[in-house]
């Protein structure tokens, strides 16, 4: 079966894998779904390609789009008028807030907007102004406003 492969079949799987990142996006059987009809193309051209060096050819074709891919979005990054947008904690880096409760140990809580965060820095007493620094993970890191 493998034997009679024409540039239809890749065509119509190139086809398919394009509609599939249509449903479902993710930009990744895009990149296979080209490489499928890079071999289409090629069998076109060369139609004694056996099968075996053409899915030689589509591995390489498909793992060479997606690296290539990678290579370009890692050069021209997205860049956006909202960064910190789906980054809620580094909203809130420069904000003063005062303290409910004392850091105790480092380590406290405040109360942001609609939700509890947890918090380190130096100690100090409830009622103290705190400046957001930065945050790891789920923490905030912050300092006395001065």
């Known amino acids: 079966m493998l034997q009679h492969l024409t ?3 890749w ?3 190139a086809a398919i894998l394009i509609i599939l990142e249509v449903f479902a996006p993710g ?4 990149w296979i779904g080209i490489a499928a009809g890079v071999v289409g193309a090629v069998l076109y051209f060369v139609p004694t390609l ?3 060096y053409q899915f030689i ?4 074709a ?5 690296v290539a891919w990678r290579a370009w979005r890692q050069a021209r990054p997205v860049i956006t008028d909202e960064p910190t947008l789906n980054r ?10 005062t303290l409910d409760a ?3 140990n480092g380590i406290g809580k405040i109360r942001v907007d609609d939700s509890t965060w947890k918090i380190e820095g130096a100690d100090c007493p409830a009622g103290t102004k705190i400046r957001v620094a930065g945050i790891e993970n789920t923490v905030l890191k912050v300092d006395v406003a001065g």
Do not use: D, K, N
């Open 50 to 52: 056996t099968w075996e």
């Open 88 to 97: 809620r904690g580094s909203q809130y880096i420069g904000r003063v807030f």
């Open 11 to 13: 065509f119509i799987l």
């Open 57 to 60: 050819l589509f591995s390489i």
């Open 7 to 9: 540039y239809w079949h």
């Open 62 to 66: 498909s793992v060479g789009s997606i």
């Open 102 to 104: 004392p850091i105790i």
């Open 27 to 30: 930009a990744f059987m895009l």
